[in-house]
């Protein structure tokens, strides 16, 4: 069974950079696309990035495009999200997904069966 945990969240002041990690463990990450998703205190989950298995394509959602990037380590079996020139607004439980097929769109939180249990990002001064 596919497992999922988050690191590398933390407190930054607005224009800081973090890098998230998702680590799997349990069945090999390469026979899963990934998702990253976000929910702010109120908000609905919000998807906001999506890499393939094999790392040659991506989706951003709007609001992190140009600022965030995705990317993977098949055979370390971990996927990151590099965030720069975090915003208030950014703040958030940042979580990893997994997923072998999206019909419902690679951003939407349905396709994704597989979680992990977030990482709480603020951006704050």
């Known amino acids: 069974q596919l497992q999922l945990v988050e690191s590398g969240g933390g407190v930054v002041q607005p224009g800081g950079s973090l890098r998230l990690s998702c680590a799997a463990s349990?069945?090999?990450?390469?026979?899963?696309?990934i998702g990253w998703f976000r929910q702010a205190p109120g908000n609905k989950r919000e998807g906001i990035s999506f890499?393939?298995?094999?790392?040659?394509?991506?989706v951003y959602a709007g609001s992190v495009k140009g600022r965030f990037a995705i990317s993977r380590d098949n055979a370390k079996n971990v996927a990151f999200l590099q965030m720069n020139n975090l915003q208030p607004e950014d703040t958030a439980v940042y979580f990893c997904?997994?997923?072998?097929?999206?019909?419902?769109?690679?951003?939407?939180?349905?396709?994704?069966?597989?979680w992990g249990q977030g990482t709480q990002v603020t951006a704050s001064s």
């Open positions: 997904a997994a997923t072998q097929r999206w019909p419902y769109g690679a951003l939407a939180d349905v396709s994704y069966p597989n």
């Open positions: 890499i393939n298995p094999s790392s040659d394509h991506t």
């Open positions: 349990g069945v090999p990450l390469a026979y899963y696309a």
